[in-house]
């Protein structure tokens, strides 16, 4: 068969791409709706006309999102059947549950108020419209713990048994199931990393505007907003990430081996985190690396005379256990990836705590390099997110459940290389271009700022919104 | 009663959802260069699925998602068997869904032209292919002893699963132009009425043609009860909207669109994808579905879940009851 056309490698580009793509929206989804609820309800407690600007003005950047979110997400809730039906027949018992769980509970709730919302401005009372924004920030949230329990079945698998006739996994316990310690950690880690996301289109939008000295009575509190979220986010993400570490080398050593490139067991100070290494392109031999001693052994079993194993160890071992093949994954990706998505995390924090001192007792830098700075917040959190998620499932590798079920045996055998293909180019394209559109409309109402939306009957005193329709 | 029997139950009735929810979005978009002459006309259009059309589709999300849940095989089977259709089918619902977002952001005409082109063609696409696709389930496509699909993606496109997508495809369009007339002012709704019975007439003829067919080649009494029942809710529809009762018109189009999926599901059982090569390879309601176990949980969800959604979703659409007209609109902002 032509390499080009091996079902298998193109299932996974596709698989990669399209998930990847549909995460970028979903982080602003949950964390934008808590923000233009949080903000939706300081205008109803306050009825300062400037937390309703920013309502309007963050809940339009919200939409604009919102339909990539929901249209990339039938491709995800459609593709375990499309080019992964061997896996689908073996998971589909456990596996399929939180998936149905997730649109009975989650997405309904999400689809229906987000249109309660966008059109219920004049039609709803205040409170029940207020109501309604708080729905969809609930089931967005909701639909993310549903999606990650089943993400964590295949990183570690519980709460199963396997049936040799059928050839399958079989739940066994849906509240185990649900409760994976994967999930636990994974859950608020990915939460908060949401948040961080949403902070930093906050942080970036306010600081373009700030920079331009306009918008002054909205984007400073935008921006003090964004940044103390921010700050809270990023420690979330970071406490929540070290639990996710613990749960990790329990479940899966090679992961943690890999992120580290720890080809042999290490104990102590010898189990070092390397902060930078130079090394051949296969990275079995290193050239150069700055390391800080006993951090692996931290960040791995919380001592500093823990054991960490190697991926040589590792590897003789699964070899005994499943029998003759490769049982690590691409070093060089985990490896990065795993770097980057710290870096950038810790980058950000420092970045939000040094804004917030610099804009301390409503101070406004006139450095311009500082807001300069602050602009590139949006992009680099999205950034980390996708190269965390990179190293989860590149971690996973060569297993597609762990330890179960191998990503070469999940593929559809039905379906072709080139028609993988084709679909492959096919979402290339239309994603590719979908995505300028966006960036596009996204920037222009970002750059547009604020708008007075609201009409005040003096005598009343009552509020008529400018509404929105298509 | 056993609970795969349940949730084939369930399934059916989640696309029956999902086909008289979306099924109006289509026909809604279909219309546009039928009853939009002009850019106000075209958002009166797009306004009157503008609150709904995302939870209607998400029906689609949850019918797939049970499916993978209650009958992994079945799921497996039908979306890697039908890859291309299903592709299609996505890269239209990404297209339409995008487009009621984007069409509005810019003034420009050709930005707006080229969002109504993609509603249109992202709308009758889906309508015509999920009538391809449940045709050849009922029919029965080649499955090998892995229940994997060993035809191609021409063999999907027989007389029959044809007539099934052009069956749909008219269905719909009625259906929306229905919509349009229940949820519309003046001109429109005039315009929506007389549209709504010239294209009932060849709905009803296709429509009976399929129906018909489908009780006498793959059916059994059910079958052919609950076709009839769909064909006569169809003839009250045409005749309903002759009379002016649009409620009436659009809710006997609901009906008919219900009764023929049910139809389709009933001519299944206890089949869930039949093999047209060997029975021995068919798919079942037994050899499809999850565990017991499973399948209680999943239950238990749907009996709590399932009355509180159909209660917000009721609301939602009593909330925008009203029709939409031309001045409201021109008085909102873009």
Redesign the interface.
């Given at each position: 068969m032509n390499e080009w056309l091996d079902p298998l490698l193109l299932s996974r580009w596709q698989f990669g791409l399209t998930t990847i793509y549909h995460f970028l929206f979903v982080p602003l989804t949950i964390g934008l709706s808590l923000t233009v609820a949080l903000f939706q309800t300081a205008w109803v407690r306050t009825g300062k006309a400037q937390y309703l600007q920013l309502t309007h003005f963050f809940g339009k950047i919200l939409?604009?999102n919102?339909?990539?979110g929901?249209?990339?997400?039938?491709?995800q809730?459609?593709q375990?059947?499309?080019?992964w039906?061997?896996y689908?027949?073996f998971?589909?018992?456990?596996?399929?549950?939180p998936?149905?769980?997730?649109?009975?509970?989650a997405?309904?709730?999400e689809?229906?108020?987000?249109?309660?919302w966008?059109?219920?401005w004049n039609?709803?009372p205040r409170l029940v419209h207020l109501g309604t924004i708080w729905a969809v920030a609930l089931g967005s949230a909701a639909s993310a713990y549903f999606i990650i329990a089943a993400n964590s079945f295949q990183q570690n698998p519980i709460a199963y048994r396997i049936n040799e006739e059928k050839g399958?996994a079989?739940?066994?316990d849906?509240g185990e199931l649900l409760t994976n310690p994967i999930t636990l950690a994974a859950y608020p880690h990915t939460i908060f990393a949401c948040f961080m996301v949403s902070a930093g289109l906050i942080i970036s939008v306010a600081s373009w505007h700030l920079y331009r000295n306009q918008n002054l009575d909205t984007m400073r509190p935008a921006l003090k907003f964004g940044l103390w979220m921010m700050v809270i986010a990023g420690i979330g993400t970071t406490l929540m990430g070290d639990q996710l570490s613990l749960a990790m080398v329990a479940a899966q050593p090679m992961k943690m081996a890999a992120a580290e490139a720890l080809y042999t067991t290490a104990t102590g100070a010898d189990a070092s985190f390397s902060l930078f290494t130079l090394g051949t392109p296969d990275g079995v031999h290193e050239l150069f690396s700055i390391r800080v001693p006993y951090l692996l052994s931290v960040l791995s079993t919380h001592s500093f005379d823990g054991t960490v194993e190697g991926i040589n160890n590792l590897q003789a071992q699964y070899e005994q256990l499943y029998g003759a093949g490769d049982y690590t994954p691409i070093i060089w990706v985990t490896y990065w990836s795993f770097r980057w998505m710290i870096a950038l995390g810790v980058l950000h924090i420092i970045v939000a705590l040094a804004g917030l001192f610099v804009t301390r007792k409503g101070r406004l830098p006139a450095n311009k390099w500082i807001w300069r700075a602050a602009i590139w917040s949006f992009p680099l959190s999205l950034l980390a997110m996708v190269v965390g998620w990179v190293f989860t499932e590149m971690g996973r590798q060569p297993w597609l459940v762990f330890g179960l079920l191998k990503t070469e045996d999940g593929v559809?055998?039905?379906?072709t290389g080139l028609?993988v293909l084709?679909?492959l180019l096919?979402?290339t394209l239309?994603y590719g271009s979908?995505a300028v559109?966006?960036f596009k409309?996204i920037l222009?109402?970002a750059q547009a700022g604020p708008e007075d939306?609201a009409e005040h009957d003096a005598e009343t005193g009552d509020v008529t919104h400018?509404?929105?329709?298509? | 009663m056993e609970l795969n029997v349940l949730w084939f139950g369930i399934i059916a009735a989640l696309f029956v959802g999902y086909f008289v929810l979306d099924g109006f979005d289509f026909g809604v978009g279909m219309s546009l260069p039928f009853l939009g002459k002009d850019d106000v006309d075209r958002?009166v259009l797009?306004?009157t699925i503008?609150?709904?059309w995302?939870?209607n589709?998400?029906w689609?999300?949850?019918a797939?998602?049970?499916l993978?849940?209650?009958?992994?095989?079945w799921?497996?089977?039908?979306?890697?068997?039908f890859?291309?259709v299903?592709?299609i089918i996505?890269?239209a619902?990404?297209?339409r869904?995008?487009s009621?977002?984007?069409?509005?952001?810019r003034p420009e005409r050709v930005w707006k032209q080229r969002f109504d082109a993609m509603i249109v063609v992202g709308s009758a696409l889906p309508a015509f292919l999920w009538g391809v696709v449940f045709a050849n389930i009922v029919r029965g496509v080649a499955l090998d002893a892995?229940h994997?699909?060993?035809g191609t993606?021409f063999d999907l496109f027989s007389p029959y699963a044809v007539l099934g997508g052009v069956t749909t495809l008219l269905l719909f369009f009625t259906h929306g132009v229905l919509f349009v007339a229940l949820k519309t002012e003046g001109e429109m709704r005039r315009r929506a009425r007389t549209l709504a019975f010239r294209a009932g007439i060849p709905t009803v003829l296709v429509a009976a043609v399929f129906l018909v067919w489908t009780s006498l080649a793959f059916g059994s009494i059910p079958t052919a009860l609950l076709a009839a029942v769909a064909a006569l809710a169809l003839v009250a529809s045409v005749v309903a909207n002759l009379r002016g009762w649009e409620g009436w018109a659009f809710g006997l189009m609901a009906a008919t669109i219900g009764f023929a999926v049910l139809a389709l599901f009933a001519s299944l059982f206890p089949d869930v994808m039949p093999a047209s090569n060997n029975p021995m390879n068919s798919l079942t309601i037994d050899n499809a579905s999850?565990?017991p176990?499973?399948l209680e949980?999943?239950s238990w969800?749907?009996l709590f879940?399932?009355p509180v959604?159909l209660l917000?979703?009721g609301w939602?659409y009593w909330?925008?009851r009203k029709r939409v007209t031309r001045s409201?609109?021109e008085a909102?902002?873009?």
């Open positions: 939409l604009i919102f339909a990539m929901v249209v990339t997400g039938i491709v809730e459609f375990f059947g499309l080019n039906s061997d689908s027949r998971v589909g018992d456990v596996f399929g549950a998936l149905a769980f997730e649109g009975i509970v997405f309904f709730l689809a229906t108020f987000i249109g309660l966008i059109f219920g039609k709803l399958r079989e739940l066994t849906i559809s055998p039905s379906v028609e084709i679909s096919a979402f239309i979908l559109v966006e409309l222009k109402a939306t400018r509404v929105t329709v298509y | 958002r797009i306004n503008g609150p709904v995302d939870l589709e998400t689609v999300i949850v797939g998602a049970s993978f849940a209650a009958f992994p095989e799921y497996a089977t039908m979306f890697s068997g890859y291309l299903l592709l996505l890269l619902l990404i297209a869904g995008v009621f977002e984007y069409r509005h952001q892995n994997d699909y060993i993606v999850s565990t176990y499973t949980v999943m969800t749907a879940a399932m959604i917000y979703q939602s909330v925008f409201s609109i909102a902002a873009h």
